[in-house]
């Protein structure tokens, strides 16, 4: 979970440094799981509050839900030898979330009300935005992998 089964950078993951401390690997699944805590955080607040809470479910159900699946896809994604597979895979992974995502927002928004359907956007909002960011922090900068040796 904490790292792809092949890096294509060239970079040790952090489950193959073999000095790295625990609390290092503890820190580095905090960060790439921030969104889904902060949901599960919210999730009172929204309750205690007088925000749309179905809408709020909605849109949280729908985003770990996702993420869920997508954190799979991506697992299957990494660990495939065939380029195309892996291609489609994650394809796949990215449609198939945005797809699901926008269709719990129009559900909430068609079958409860405009402000339900807003609260369900705004979560997957923010959840997504947290998500993006901490992929970036996490993975660090780009780096073009090193050419395969064709045997």
């Known amino acids: 979970m904490l790292a792809h089964a092949t890096r294509q950078d060239g970079r040790p993951s952090a489950t193959d440094s073999p000095g790295e401390a625990p609390s290092a ?82 559900i909430a928004r068609f079958a409860i009300g405009t402000p339900d359907g807003i609260a369900a956007a705004v979560t997957v909002l923010v959840a997504f935005t947290i998500e993006f960011m901490m992929k970036l922090i996490v993975r660090g900068p780009l780096v073009a992998p090193p050419p395969r040796r064709v045997a």
Do not use: M, Q, Y
């Not at 770990?64 to 799979?72: C, S």
């Open 25 to 106: 690997t503890f820190a580095l699944a905090f960060l790439r799981w921030i969104d889904v805590i902060v949901i599960v955080a919210a999730t009172p607040f929204v309750l205690i509050s007088s925000l749309p809470s179905a809408g709020f479910a909605i849109g949280a159900g729908t985003w770990l839900a996702a993420r869920l699946v997508v954190t799979h896809v991506e697992r299957r994604a990494w660990s495939a030898t065939d380029t195309r597979a892996r291609a489609a895979l994650h394809l796949a992974a990215i449609l198939g979330r945005v797809w699901f995502i926008a269709l719990g927002v129009l």
